[in-house]
């Protein structure tokens, strides 16, 4: 799977959108992209995916470079309850390879009031 | 109830002791893995089982064995635990070959050795 870098911390006022920036340069045109959260020593929560397309759901929207090779996780309107650390993964869909996912240590996340 | 369901939530155990961590899902998922995280580490992958009868070692199997008692139960045992097994522990299912809604993960055990 191809790797991928987060800033290890951000800061986000309470209300506004959060940002969150992912590089995966060496991504495969057959692996997707993951944004997973943990809330505080919490079991991981799946967030979002996609391949090419942008995403959205009622918890975020994924935007993925026309090239790939980034993408940026928003939270539209952050709470304090948004504070947790973010992981970006990348991974095949299908095949051998896509039952891993390989967590790095993420971008920790704070929401301010 | 959770989907996926860890017990127990907390453990001390002695070195040298035999523990097992329990994982139970109400998803229907065919796959279930077994995740070890240290304190500022993201999660390592320890066994994984695609159904009943294929458990696959991850990338830290050492000092560990799984069994698969159904689809919905998958148990993670340190036959002889050591200190630096001190970790919190998560299950997780997914569907094949990953879904629309990922991973699934448990509470989480934290298991402390002594």
């Known amino acids: 799977d191809a790797k991928t870098t987060q800033p290890p911390s951000m800061d986000c006022a309470e209300g506004r959108a959060a940002n969150l920036p992912c590089n995966h340069s060496t991504i495969s045109g057959n692996e997707y992209v993951y944004w997973y959260r943990q809330i505080h020593s919490q079991g991981p929560q799946y967030i979002i995916h996609g391949l090419k397309n942008n995403e959205t759901n009622e918890m975020a929207s994924l935007i993925i470079t026309e090239d790939r090779k980034s993408s940026t996780l928003i939270l539209p309107h952050a709470t304090l309850r948004d504070t947790a650390v973010y992981y970006c993964?990348?991974?095949?869909?299908?095949?051998?390879?896509?039952?891993?996912?390989?967590f790095g240590k993420g971008t920790k996340l704070s929401v301010i009031p | 109830d959770a989907d996926v369901t860890q017990t127990p939530r907390n453990r001390i155990t002695k070195t040298g002791k035999r523990i097992m961590l329990e994982c139970s899902q109400t998803?229907?998922?065919?796959?279930m893995y077994w995740y070890r995280q240290d304190p500022g580490l993201g999660l390592r992958l320890i066994y994984y089982?695609?159904?009943?009868?294929?458990?696959n070692k991850g990338e830290i199997s050492d000092g560990y064995s799984v069994s698969r008692q159904a689809q919905a139960k998958f148990s993670l045992s340190l036959e002889s635990a050591i200190p630096n097994q001190t970790a919190l522990y998560f299950c997780?299912?997914?569907?094949?070959?990953?879904?629309?809604?990922?991973?699934?993960f448990g509470s989480g055990t934290r298991l402390t050795v002594v």
């Open positions: 998803k229907g998922h065919d796959r």
């Open positions: 997780a299912t997914s569907d094949f070959p990953g879904g629309r809604d990922g991973y699934t």
């Open positions: 089982s695609f159904d009943v009868k294929d458990i």
């Open positions: 993964i990348v991974r095949v869909g299908s095949g051998a390879g896509s039952y891993q996912l390989t």
